[in-house]
């Protein structure tokens, strides 16, 4: 049994609660989402967001990310294709981003 | 004398003065207002002058006379907030005003040139149009007037935007437009939007994406538009994806005012960070921000404002009395939606709760519809503007309470 299964996430497929994210978590949480395989680059999307969200309390949106941790939007789409900010939210254990109102 | 300082003559300024002369002693406070423009503009109209169902006029008239005469009106540039001073510069004759109390109002606009050749391609204004300036608007109308059909291409470039229902309202009215106009066949209608469907939030998004679909308009979902290629009338998404037009129709990038972010006070979109439930500055505890110039993460809209609008004044209140501000705004908003051939829908909801199917109900005037398509929303809508000059502006009483209620709702 995989260790997603026993993790509670809400209909959309986010971590309820962000402190049960782990990186094996984040691995499986990603090849649902179509990505085999977490590079370095994706690494450091996942933890500038995990860190964003300890300071700010709030996923970060599609400009924090590029702002923030120096990746190109192109650059950004390719490694978490179509709606990236969502992506990183959700395989970083975050909430929706907030952006969606 | 205390001076209490509001920045920004728009929906929510322009109610807060009109509120605070209420409140304050005037032997004891100044009120004083700034904004850099003469014209308050009905926004909510803009999207009906394309289709010539309003003309400019319709929706313009002066600030000044929105506001109160015991409130000094400065028209002039902001050059910069000092929060840490308390004071204000502005361009005009460098004065500076130094606060007690601030409220930032300072709202949003669009900023096309965030897209790479949106601009600066050669097609803006000629087949590139906005409907969200007045110019923007009504070039747009003289186009529509002439044009003999083609693809029509609506794209939002990215979230948040102001009024988030506003471009399934643009593409309803097209509907119609194009069916009136007897060129509907000839007119290819197609909707590119960065979200994952129609609307925000699921249950209405279902049920809007239903109605794109039987108005025969294409939905391009996660659609996030990277550059627009006006030699070869094409828009490309980040990830490579191309949509041809013969007409772009554009809700730009929008972010918070120049002077938020020459004051380093915003977010990466120039927004100001506020508490989305007290509306006190997250830094600067006499710092106050009304409406889409904070980053409280419900819609940017006039409605919304007018929710904010008690809340603000209560908290702002307590705060000069050494109370703690109360947590009241649950991010409440209430949009009709038009849908062309004179029918509308409505739809009422908060941070928590989604927009539900369901009744308004409305002392005097409801009840309304929710989620469905009905002649009285359209009626509703359009009473609106009388509503928004002569009651919401002078903050006059309206017949519901600041927080979203869930009665009548089907949940």
Known sequence: MSALETIERNEEGFLVHPADWTKELA???????????LSEAHWKVIEFARANAESSGASPTLRQITN????????LFKLFPKGPAKKVAKISGLGKPEGCV | MKTFLILGAGTGGT?????????????????IIVDQFESHYYQPGFLFI???????????KRKRDFIPPQVEFVISDIEVIEPDQNRVRLAKENRVINYDYLVISTGCKIHPEETEGMVDGGGWRENIFDFYT????????????FWKGGRLVLNVAEMPIKCPVAPLEFLFLADWYFTQRGIRDKVEIVYATPLPGAFTKPRASSILGDML???GINLVADFNIGSVDAGANKIASYDETEIDYDLLVTVPTNMGSGVIQRSEM????????????TLQSDQWENIWVIGDAGNAPTSKAGSVAHFMLDVIIENILRHMEGLNPLPKFDGHANCYIESGFEKGILIDFNYDVEPLPGKFPLPGLGPFSLLQETAANHWGKMAFRWIYWNILLK???????SQMSMAGKWA
């Open chain 1, 27 to 37: 691995v499986e949480i990603a090849q649902e989402e179509g990505l085999d395989e």
């Open chain 2, 134 to 145: 007045i110019e923007g608007a009504a070039a747009l109308n003289r186009f529509l007037k």
């Open chain 2, 266 to 277: 915003g977010d990466d979109l120039n927004f100001v960070p506020v508490n989305k439930h």
């Open chain 1, 68 to 75: 923030g941790a120096g990746v190109p939007t192109k650059e």
């Open chain 2, 15 to 31: 109610m807060v003065a009109n509120k605070m002369v209420h409140e304050l002693d005037p032997q004891e406070w100044k009120i």
């Open chain 2, 50 to 60: 394309p289709f010539g169902i309003y003309n400019p006029a319709d929706v313009t």
């Open chain 2, 395 to 401: 903050g006059g009483e309206m017949p519901f309470e």
């Open chain 2, 213 to 215: 679909e039987r108005k």
